[in-house]
């Protein structure tokens, strides 16, 4: 009676010696097939997955393979090596089982064949399990080692191309190169994650594997320290890097601080599609939000107080209102001194400081290495030294941000300007100039209206400009 076969293929980055690709493997398990008479009935191939001991990675081919072995789908499995079935001696286990159980049978391009329903086979088995195991984790600790080295030189570790860079992970790809500066900009000037990403879509841009970008995709693009010329090795940043910075060092610090900002909306609800929810105040201190369900104007929408709905007013009249003030403000011949009217603190100073930080964390290592503090010392001094970098660091980064009003209170045309932005970035703008309050109104029309006119009476809003 023939015996029917399944083949096993699997493709992961570790190498027997070379690359066993899935064209290889299936030309010469195949050829084994034939010269034992089998018969073909079942093609299993799991694709970039490691089978080794390191490995997460669920292998869904595999776990088919074994249910139907169960099933009795086949009497045998044929396999380049013992490797490309499994690399871990617990799944060796349950290859004994099959055998044993259900008496499927095993058969080897390249390794030796061996009866798993006998006790010589099952123990020749697991030698080489043991072995398989061995040899996928010398292959790991050496990768690891070469990564660690050149993350220490600052060379780029491989992998699919970063956007921004060609594929060669070091030469600046110049078009990409912008975008990145283009986001960085607008984040740091208030826009969100998720409106520059419908922005680049809009455009047609797209990532480096040719997707349409999403508000995380655009965050972790952005978080690289890549794009400040730093290497980062498990997220510790070891040094300089031997390509180019696309962005200074300080705008990136300041960019990852403004992202990472615990504080910073990253949920899209319904209320930011208004510009002044949750920004202007009512008299009781609640801030409003926006709504339908009103009684102010039946089927227009509202802002209402979010505490008790003490104040309310049409949202689309507020808005342009408040528009029509940040125009006015920043169409005034003094509106560019918004942009330069504090000095600012010295960044070459705590440039300064932070390297003498550095230079004493180093001091203290060295110190420990000769002796003469204990480890409890260490400690101690390593984190307070540690605590007062991060804060300079911080420092650095907050005035590396710039100005909200950048490209729009130096703008030619101020109107313009303010239209082509989008919201988020016009809630910042506000939130930079102005505390807005909206205070009661009296019951009843407004003195001197007509049919036709609207309840909106601007008195009742109280603008305090911030300095």
Partial sequence: MTKRAAMYRRISRDREGLELGATRQSED???????????????????DISASTKSRKTRPEYERMLADARDGQFDVIVAY???????????????IDLSVQHGIEFEYVRSPTFDLSTAAGRRIARTLAAQ??????????????????????????????PFGYEADGVTVRESEAAVIREATDAILAGTSLRSFAAQLNARQVVTSTGRPWTPTELRKVLLRARNAGLMEHRGVIVGEAEW????????WRALVAVVNDPNRRTQWNSARRWMLSGLARTPCGATVRATMNNTV????????????????RNAREMDDFISALVVERL????????????????????????????DRLA????????????????REGTAVLRDKLARVEAAIA???????LAGLADAPDVGEAWEGLDLDRRRAVIDTLMTITIHRTKKGRPPGWKPGMSYFNPETIQIDWKS
Wanted: with cysteine; proline share 4%.
């Fill in 244 to 251: 180019s910075a696309i962005v200074e060092p300080d705008r």
């Fill in 398 to 404: 907050e005035a590396s941000r710039g100005s909200v």
């Fill in 363 to 378: 001091q203290l290592a060295l110190t420990f290495a000769e002796g003469a503090i204990t480890p409890v010392q260490l």
């Fill in 297 to 312: 104007r039946r089927g227009q929408p509202a802002y209402l107080c979010k505490a008790d709905k003490c104040v309310g």
């Fill in 29 to 47: 398990c195949a050829a084994l097939v034939a010269r034992r008479g089998f018969e073909l009935v079942a093609d299993y191939c799991d694709n």
């Fill in 81 to 95: 090596t013992t490797g490309r079935i499994t690399r871990r001696p617990r799944e060796f286990e349950d290859l």
């Fill in 132 to 161: 398989d195991a061995g040899e996928a984790e010398d292959i790991a600790e050496r990768v690891q080692r070469q990564k660690v080295q050149a993350a220490t030189d600052g060379r780029w570790l491989g992998g699919r191309r």
């Fill in 331 to 358: 169409s005034r011949p003094d509106a560019i001194e918004l942009l330069t009217a504090s000095a600012g603190p010295d960044v070459a100073a705590m440039h300064a400081e932070a390297a003498g930080l550095q």
